[in-house]
Nanobody, 126 residues
Framework: QVELMESGGGSVQAGGSLTLSCVAS????????MGWFRQTPGKEREGIAA????????WYDRSVSGRFTISRESARNTVSLRMDNLNVGDSGTYYC???????????????????WGQGTQVTVSS
């Protein structure tokens, strides 16, 4: 059974930075398609970043491109999301997700993700 555990959420002032981390335990594939989604107040959950750990290929939603960086960590099936230049509109609940079984060709399709973590809260104040 795959379990996703997010960490690193918190509060920050506009213009600041936060880094989120996610570990996918019980994920037995050697490579993983892992991503980050967020749900902001009044909106549906949306995909914002994804990475295929085997190749390091990344995908971003335009709303975070250039400000957020998703990366794979040395520990297996662990990814982080560095968020820079945060603004109030980035506030919300951030979810780690995986596509299982993994597929690099589908990794950039937000609708393809199949499993999500419990989420971690990010609050950006002005």
């Amino acid at each position: 059974q795959v379990e996703l555990m997010e960490s690193g959420g918190g509060s920050v002032q506009a213009g600041g930075s936060l880094t989120l981390s996610c570990v996918a335990s019980g994920y037995t594939y050697s490579s993983a398609c892992m991503g980050w989604f967020r749900q902001t107040p009044g909106k549906e959950r949306e995909g914002i970043a994804a990475i295929y750990t085997g190749s390091g290929t990344t995908w971003y939603d335009r709303s975070v491109s250039g400000r957020f960086t998703i990366s794979r960590e040395s520990a297996r099936n662990t990814v982080s999301l560095r968020m820079d230049n945060l603004n109030v509109g980035d506030s919300g609940t951030y979810y780690c997700a995986v596509l299982s079984p993994p597929s690099e060709s589908r990794c950039g399709l937000w609708s393809a993700f199949t499993l999500w973590g419990q989420g971690t809260q990010v609050t950006v104040s002005s």
